[in-house]
């Protein structure tokens, strides 16, 4: 057929059929207040007043590391780094669930757009924050990961043979 590439094969593309069992009325609910708590959880660790030995945990961890020579490189800003991958990754995964399998690449945008808000509003309005150029970079990869992570997941799910539903939007 013209058009269609040649790995195709006429099934379509594991992307195009594959979707996540978000389904009714309750799973949009269920959704919706995993979003409202994530958000909220997110936004009172970015944009609260910074806590009294902030950062203890990942500074005694890197502590911990740089007492043996081979994970003497885990420093403190790495950790934060991953830690902030980590803290974003939920944002990817929220944004598969309500866009659609084919759109998980705009989870990046969407994890650099809620980034900036936050370093934004902490450069403007929270002087006891320090705004990172650095946490955008990891936010946005952590985003981009979480929504990376599902897509090959339902890929790899349809590629085995699961239900095979029209894709959302």
Not at 9 to 16: C, I, Q
Not at 33 to 56: D, F, H, K, N, R
Request: aromatic fraction near 10%; hydrophobic fraction near 50%.
């Amino acid at each position: 057929m013209v058009g269609r590439p040649h790995r195709d094969r006429g099934r379509g593309h594991p992307l195009t059929h594959a979707r996540l069992p978000i389904r009714g009325r309750r799973g949009r609910w269920a959704l919706a207040a995993a979003s409202v708590v994530y958000l909220a959880w997110v936004a009172s660790l970015t944009l609260g007043p910074q806590p009294e030995g902030a950062g203890g945990g990942l500074r005694d961890l890197a502590s911990w590391f740089d007492g043996w020579a081979p994970t003497a490189w885990l420093t403190y800003p790495v950790l934060e780094f991953v830690a902030n991958v980590v803290l974003f990754a939920p944002l990817g995964v929220l944004w598969v669930l309500w866009a659609g399998i084919r759109r998980w690449w705009f989870a990046a945008g969407s994890g650099l757009l809620f980034s900036a808000a936050i370093e934004l509003t902490q450069a403007l309005a929270l002087p006891e924050r320090y705004p990172d150029v650095r946490d955008l970079v990891a936010n946005t990869l952590g985003a981009a990961v979480g929504a990376a992570v599902v897509a090959a997941i339902a890929a790899a799910s349809h590629r085995a043979g699961g239900p095979r539903r029209a894709a959302s939007h």
